[in-house]
């Protein structure tokens, strides 16, 4: 579904990416772990066209999305929840909902997946006409979602979606996921919460400083050789990865 090759991002003069290579096979959850500045964001928006890269490959089901506009990526079936969710809020529940199947020509579709986003998030169908900026952290968090799934992505880009986030919200964040991958979408998913990644994902890639430091199945990754240092950067890092 989804091969990055060698990629090198640089903000200035401060390298961002440094010959990251990733893969993503269709119907895979995967993640993509390690602390803040690791790289991770700018890895997501580098693959949704929002970052240009100084060079690499991205490939989306064998061909090249390289210098694709971020609008035009998600009629291809690439749609990317940016970190910080991003959601209007001056406008409703229902047109940031909306804004999701713009350029979509398939209405009755258009109207069963409206359907099948209330279903996931019931709480968006109760805040349906209030104005977004009035919902709290969790509720945007399933709104940004929700917009997303509303493009009928093949592959979805997530960026945190535990980020500030209570525990119970969290944990219905993460059912949507699972659905997702059900109804057959694949997700590629950056996160800092090693726990929650590693319990959804198949595989997980470490990021540290910009390069990826250890990938593998994630229920065999935490207890690894190596894991904390891959994490934290420095050979013998201590305690537990949150």
Known sequence: MLKVGDLHVSYGNVAALRGVSIEVEKGEIVAVIGPNGAGKSTLLL???????????????????????????????GLSLVPEGRHIFASMTVAENIRLGGTGRQDKPAVAQDLERVLAMFPILRQRYQQKAGQLSGGEQQMLAIARAIMARPRLLLIDEPS????????????????ALRQSGVTVLVVEQNVHRALAVADRTYVMNSGAVTMAGRSAELKSAEGFQEAYFGFRGAKGAVA
């Not at 580098?46 to 009629?75: F, K, N």
């Not at 980020?163 to 699972?178: M, S």
């Open 163 to 178: 980020l500030g986030l209570a525990p119970l919200i969290v944990n219905q964040v993460y059912e949507a996921v699972a």
């Open 46 to 76: 580098t693959i949704a066209g929002v970052v240009r890269p100084a060079r690499g490959s991205v490939m989306l089901e064998e061909g090249s999305i390289l210098g694709i506009a971020p609008e035009r990526l998600v009629t291809r």
